[in-house]
Structures are given as structure tokens and as C-alpha cells.
């Protein structure tokens, strides 16, 4: 089980307006927690220790929105200077970050449950003798949210290859990964993004996936807010 995780908090929220124009997207509630604590306590209950979560946008809102919690130990990665996207935000982080394998977390990754816990699954898939990267995916027709043509396909060892032009892929990025701190160490961009270090690990086949045991949910409009709400009204027992 990777200690630490990367947690992506410094995104504009663009497609989340007006619900961003006074409050980041990572702060939105659903389900009566905001998202950020909904991956936050998911990483706690796996056992990771620490959480580098970077910040641009309403920082002040998510710092002092952090400032209470105890586990897993926060860590901010200030970018309210300049956004730097994933990628680039990852590399500012690297003295955080260390040299083991890291989670990988967009804010915006929601799901409900199956029957074993998925940080637990993804963390026990992992094999860096065989892996660069490893993330985890929903099947694109099940999960609630997915207004494009998937991301990848998988074989059944479990390597995943990009969607090719104009054809349609079973599974797409859940925004929930584990991947090595020494792909980046070379870069020499301060902006970049991270999609080009999934598709280079897959040409290379050491990218691989584990599919989602319950259902993914991408919180990307408002109207996903409602849609989320009411799967969530009905999966409690």
C-alpha cells in the first residue's frame, strides 16, 4: 500500500460554474461531505499516511478547509501563482512526494462502494517490476457521467492500450492511479500535462489497469450533483 497520495485540487472547475464562481470545485458537497473529503477519508481508511494536495484557485478556501484534519496528514502544494496542470504539479511536488510509488487522485473521482474496498484492490494489483502505472477504471456504459467515447481498452492481463481514433473503448479513467515518482524527475517543463505519461507507459506495456468494483460517478456539471445524489439516496441501506 503506496503511503502517500498525489490529490488534485488546483483545477479552475470551468464546467462546474456558477457553483465555482465563489467556492472550488473540490469543495462541493455531495452526499453532505465535500469532495475532497470524500478521497481524502477513502486513503485514511486504506492506510495512507500522507496526502500532497495542490492548490490555485479559492486556495485560501481549501487550505483553511484542510486545516482539521488529522489523517491522513495534509500537505499543500501552493500553485495560486500559476496553475501548473497535473503533470507539472506532480514534478513541484516531488520533494514531497519521495521516491516510492504515489496514489493519484482528481477531486472529482466518486464512487459508490462494492464489496471490497477499491484503494485496497488497486493497491494489491500493483507490481512495479511489471508496472509504470496503474489505474483504476469503470466500465464506461455503467458509470453515470461519461459524455465521451471511453479511454482505454484492456486485455486480460490487464494492460491497457488508448482508445484508437474514432472507434469507441470499454473503460474509462476513474482519475485514481498509483504510478512512480521517477518518471517525472527528467522533465523539464514547469507546465505539463499527465495523460502523455499513461499513453508512453502503454506503448511501452507496462500500463495496466483494475476495473472498479461498484459504480463511478464523474462530478463534472452541476447536473451530475443531482444524478449522484440520488444513486447515493439509494445504495444506503
Known sequence: MPDTAMVFAAGLGTRMRPLTDSIPKPLIKIGGKALIDHALDRFAAAGVTTAIVNVHRHADQIEAHLAGRRAPRIVISDESAKLLDQGGGIRKALPYLGTAPFFLCNT???????????????????????????????????????????????????????????????????GVGIIKPELFTNASEEVFRLAPYFFSAAEKGRLFGVRLDGIWLHIGTPQAIEKAERLISRSVL
Not at 488497486?122 to 489505474?135: G, I, Q, R, T
Not at 465521451?148 to 491497457?160: E, I, K, S, V, Y
Open 108 to 174: 472529482d473521482s466518486f464512487w459508490i462502494e462494492g464489496p471490497q474496498p477499491n484503494l485496497s484492490r488497486l493497491a494489491a494489483a500493483w507490481d512495479p517490476k511489471e508496472m509504470d502505472v496503474l489505474l483504476l477504471v469503470g466500465a464506461a456504459a455503467t458509470s453515470v457521467g461519461v459524455d465521451w467515447l471511453g479511454d482505454f481498452t484492456m486485455d486480460p492481463q490487464g494492460r491497457l492500450k488508448r482508445r484508437e481514433e474514432r472507434r469507441v473503448a470499454p473503460f474509462v479513467y476513474t
